[in-house]
């Protein structure tokens, strides 16, 4: 399942999704020359750590836009549910649903579907981060299959500040084998 995972330094795959409140996100575009982006694939609705952890993205968004960093998200849940869990956040940054199964994979993320009685229309993603760089390659990859098991925001805010500080002299880890 994970062979399309994105790889270190390679190009992030090219991926559009309907964006809450109208238009499409493209997941690993930046929104303009020299910007980073970072991107963070949440469960949906059903889940209250990825609404904590929404809010805690959003209380980072001003430190990283100062960076050249831009932020988004993206679950699989309908639009009718976005919106509901992000009444929750007001978001400072755009917010995709409706990632497909497809899509899903193409990340090389953790799919999950119904099960337990948990709340959700379909298969939906596990957690994912990704940080994209100027350049459009895939600088930072942090997939998880368990909705606890994330990057610490500020940590990551921290390791990106060095990263843009180094002017590309920092190099894509993990590309060994």
């Known amino acids: 399942?994970?062979?399309?995972?994105?790889?270190?330094?390679?190009?992030?795959?090219?991926?559009?999704?309907?964006?809450?409140?109208?238009?499409s996100?493209?997941?690993?575009?930046r929104s303009s020359?020299?910007?980073w982006k970072l991107l963070v694939v949440y469960r949906g609705r059903h889940c209250p750590i990825c609404t904590r952890y929404?809010?805690?993205?959003n209380a980072i968004?001003?430190?990283?836009s100062k960076l050249g960093v831009d932020v988004a998200a993206v679950?699989?849940?309908?639009?009718?549910?976005?919106?509901?869990?992000?009444?929750?956040?007001?978001?400072?940054?755009?917010?995709?649903?409706?990632?497909?199964?497809?899509?899903?994979?193409?990340?090389?993320?953790?799919i999950s579907g119904?099960?337990?009685?948990?709340?959700?229309?379909?298969?939906?993603a596990e957690p994912g981060l990704f940080v994209i760089d100027h350049a459009g390659n895939t600088r930072i990859a942090d997939i998880s299959n368990v909705p606890f098991a994330r990057p610490d925001l500020v940590s990551m805010l921290k390791g990106i500040t060095f990263m843009?500080?180094?002017?590309?002299s920092f190099p894509a880890n993990g590309t060994f084998a």
């Not at 399942?1 to 238009?23: L, R, T």
């Not at 996100?25 to 575009?29: I, R, S």
């Not at 843009?164 to 590309?168: H, L, P, Q, S, Y």
């Open 1 to 23: 399942m994970h062979a399309n995972k994105p790889k270190p330094g390679q190009p992030f795959p090219m991926v559009v999704v309907p964006q809450v409140g109208g238009g």
């Open 25 to 29: 996100l493209e997941l690993g575009t």
């Open 33 to 35: 020359q020299g910007n």
């Open 54 to 57: 929404l809010n805690e993205l």
């Open 61 to 64: 968004v001003p430190a990283l």
């Open 75 to 110: 679950s699989a849940d309908s639009e009718t549910r976005a919106v509901e869990q992000l009444s929750q956040v007001t978001p400072a940054f755009p917010v995709g649903y409706g990632l497909t199964t497809s899509q899903m994979q193409e990340l090389g993320l953790y």
């Open 114 to 124: 119904k099960r337990h009685g948990i709340d959700v229309e379909g298969p939906f």
């Open 164 to 168: 843009r500080g180094m002017k590309g």
